[in-house]
């Protein structure tokens, strides 16, 4: 089957430094991938929609400034968290639409971002 | 507006117990419902699904049927194995291309020999 591939799984930065989140979809192309965040005992919660060549979508109170989302090319959606703070320390996943059963999506295996 | 309720976790079993997780929506129209399962490490992965009402969806075991008078969709299995623990989501989805997924928290299922 399809496959998402996310990168790093886990990672710790300091504050005030920003983290790359790479999401690779490997054996399909997918022009729309969507970031996810979730905190601890909540959901998972929709941040933006990326769309390949053209600016995010992001969803209402998620900062555009501080998310920074990048979908260059019909592969690759990257997730950049900016002046990161100990507040954005959570779990992100990216995910991307099967265009064959448009109502499913095959998930990254997400990222553990901790900010000390 | 859209969401989805499951039960609160960890659920912690002995193998072979019968399996209940709850789940509920809210929601206007008709949406598919999922079940999407998490193993450690791993991404999420789609467990079952059903797109219309009294749809069973079933899958390693697992089974849930989409209820519309009592808006659930509650994953169930007969008989858990160890390797049935991991973090199951409950999940909603409107029947158009490249819409996101609703979820809920995330169930822990503990299952132990």
């Known amino acids: 089957g399809a496959v998402v591939s996310q990168h790093p799984s886990r990672v710790i930065c300091k504050s005030g430094t920003s983290v790359k989140i790479e999401c690779r979809s490997l054996d399909f192309q997918a022009t729309t991938m969507f970031w996810y965040r979730q905190f601890p005992k909540q959901s998972l919660m929709l941040m933006a929609t990326s769309n390949e060549g053209s600016k995010a979508t992001y969803e209402q109170g998620v900062e555009k400034d501080k998310f920074l989302i990048n979908h260059a090319s019909l592969t690759l959606s990257t997730l950049t968290v900016t002046s990161a703070h100990p507040e954005d320390s959570s779990f992100y996943i990216c995910?991307?639409?099967?265009?064959?059963?448009?109502?499913?999506?095959?998930f990254g295996q997400g990222t553990r971002l901790t900010v000390v | 507006g859209n969401s989805v309720t499951q039960m609160e976790g960890p659920v912690t079993l002995s193998e072979e117990a019968f399996l209940t997780i709850n789940c509920t929506y809210t929601a206007t129209g008709y949406p598919s419902l999922f079940w999407y399962v998490q193993y450690p490490g791993e991404g999420l992965q789609l467990l079952l699904k059903?797109?219309?009402?009294?749809d069973k969806g079933s899958n390693k075991g697992f089974e849930a049927t989409y209820r519309k008078e009592t808006t659930s969709f509650h994953l169930e299995k007969g008989s858990v194995q160890v390797s049935d623990s991991a973090v199951y989501f409950c999940a909603l989805n409107w029947n158009q291309a490249g819409t996101a997924l609703i979820f809920g928290k995330g169930t822990t299922l503990s299952v132990s020999s």
């Open positions: 995910s991307a639409p099967d265009r064959v059963v448009n109502t499913e999506a095959f």
């Open positions: 059903a797109t219309k009402a009294d």
